[in-house]
């Protein structure tokens, strides 16, 4: 099975590479990274390109680890029963890997919460309301995307564990340490990226959501 798993973090991997603002920017005539943050991800588009673009860029981010995970499920569900959960694992890894650091963009990437959540969408479909709230309510309440996307992959680690103890993940027992091991590198991977957020909102310099409409409003 380790040929599996190597295959599958490949498979994610190059569907992590469709960076889908880098691409979008490119379409119409920019570059993403020049602008705003120059992060190519979902929040830096909706800052600089608009709403569009912005949720165009966050379905094509999320649908990536969707059909990850879903391709590995087709290719190795029938050889692998006990353990394709983990091989959907390590594909949603890869695809995170890939929209973090894409070779063609010289490894400088996304965040990678957009594809984390598309993974966990068809690893874990279970855990995925209880994340829509937590993100949700640090939109509205707190202002911080940043928060928000942190709060998404704790309750995506915590949710993955709880499933998978409770059977509902539908793994057997001896997989589940691996999988508690891969799904923790990806949400390991969300918060190493928001490393300058965590330091910016110790500071209370943290850019907030809708701060610019609110000072058109004033």
């Known amino acids: 099975m380790m040929i599996a798993r190597i295959l599958s973090i490949f498979i994610g991997y190059l569907f992590g590479l469709?960076?889908?603002?880098?691409?979008?920017?490119?379409?119409?005539?920019?570059?993403?990274?020049?602008?705003?943050?120059?992060?190519?991800?979902?929040?830096?588009?909706f800052r600089t390109l608009g709403k569009k673009a912005g949720v165009i860029v966050f379905l094509g981010d999320g649908f990536k680890g969707v059909f990850a995970v879903l391709l590995v499920w087709l290719l190795f569900h029938n050889q692998y029963v006990g353990g394709i959960k983990i091989l959907e694992a390590?594909?949603?890894?890869?695809?995170?890997?890939?929209?973090?650091?894409?070779?063609?963009?010289?490894?400088?990437?996304?965040?990678?919460?957009?594809?984390?959540?598309?993974?966990?969408?068809?690893?874990c479909p279970w855990a995925v309301p209880v994340c829509l709230v937590l993100f949700t309510l640090s939109i509205f309440v707190k202002k911080y995307v940043s928060v928000g996307s942190l709060l998404v992959c704790l309750g995506f680690f915590v949710q993955t564990v709880l499933?998978?103890?409770?059977?509902?993940?539908?793994?057997p027992q001896w997989a589940l340490t691996e999988i508690y091991i891969v799904v923790?590198?990806?949400?390991?991977?969300?918060?190493i990226r928001h490393q300058s957020n965590i330091k910016r909102l110790l500071s209370g310099t943290e850019?907030?959501?809708?701060?610019?409409?609110?000072q058109r409003k004033s």
């Not at 979008?24 to 992060?39: C, E, L, P, Q, T």
């Open 90 to 123: 390590y594909a949603g890894l890869g695809a995170v890997f890939g929209h973090n650091f894409p070779i063609h963009l010289k490894l400088k990437g996304g965040k990678g919460i957009a594809t984390t959540a598309g993974m966990m969408l068809a690893f």
């Open 163 to 171: 499933f998978g103890n409770s059977g509902v993940l539908g793994a």
């Open 18 to 45: 469709f960076t889908t603002g880098y691409f979008y920017a490119k379409h119409m005539h920019v570059d993403i990274r020049s602008m705003g943050s120059g992060n190519i991800g979902t929040t830096n588009t």
């Open 207 to 214: 850019n907030k959501v809708f701060v610019q409409e609110e």
């Open 184 to 191: 923790g590198l990806v949400c390991l991977l969300g918060v």
